[in-house]
């Protein structure tokens, strides 16, 4: 009974370790903060606010004058960094997306902590963590891009290195559809798909997903297609990684009708 309830042990321990090594949904924003001689600042306070839901993290630089806040929700950032002797820093308009870092690098002008420096954060920034090649496709465009049978699967043709198989179906949902396209060559079924960071693949056909979130739930998706990190198992091909909506302080929902009726032909 004993060797039986180890094997359990370790049955669940290996399941567990699976699904939470799969891939992030959430954003980190990192950064530098120095002096006007350009000498880094140790010990700075870095305050980090979701402007959504008001939530708010916090850190200090290390000796380095670095900072790191991980595991970010998706949204929009303000970034207040303060240091005594200095005037406080305020970046405004940081935008984390799926599985992306944002480097918010703060100068500090000598002066009262009491004034302000407000800045714009730059909306194009060069992703230099990290060699995977991947997009962005923003809750928008998946609600607004013209789409059969509203089925997001066919946002994903649009991707550099996708060829669809003539089997590919983005009409169809389950097996009457399915997900038939390879990424840079490799297997049409090595791609893993991604719901908040649980895996959506049909481990059964492992040609479909089990399930095609409402185009109103997306908040976005990013298809990362080449050079990954480990934190993504279980992939070849790509990785379609899925971040459904969360709730924020303002009241906020849609409706979508769809009907086909002749009486509303012109």
Sequence with gaps: MRRNFYWILAVCLALSTQLFSQGKTSGTISGTVTDPSGA???GAQITITNVA???VRAATSNPTGEFQVPELPIGSYHVRVRHAGFKESVVTGVELHVDS????NATLQLGNTT???TVEASTIQVQTDSAALG??????????????SRNFVAL???APGVAAARTFNAVGKGLAGGVDFAVNGNSMTNNLFLVDGANNNDVGSNRTILLYPSLES???FKMVRNSYGPEYGQAGGAVINIATKGGTNQWHGSVFYSGRNDK???
Excluded: M
């Design 218 to 220: 997306i908040a976005e």
């Design 101 to 104: 870092t944002a480097t918010v």
């Design 156 to 158: 994903t043709q649009l």
């Design 135 to 148: 997009e962005v496709v923003e809750g928008d465009q998946v609600r607004n891009l013209p789409l059969n």
């Design 40 to 42: 880094v600042l140790e």
């Design 115 to 117: 004034e302000e420096v």
């Design 264 to 266: 509303l032909n012109a």
């Design 53 to 55: 839901t008001g939530d």
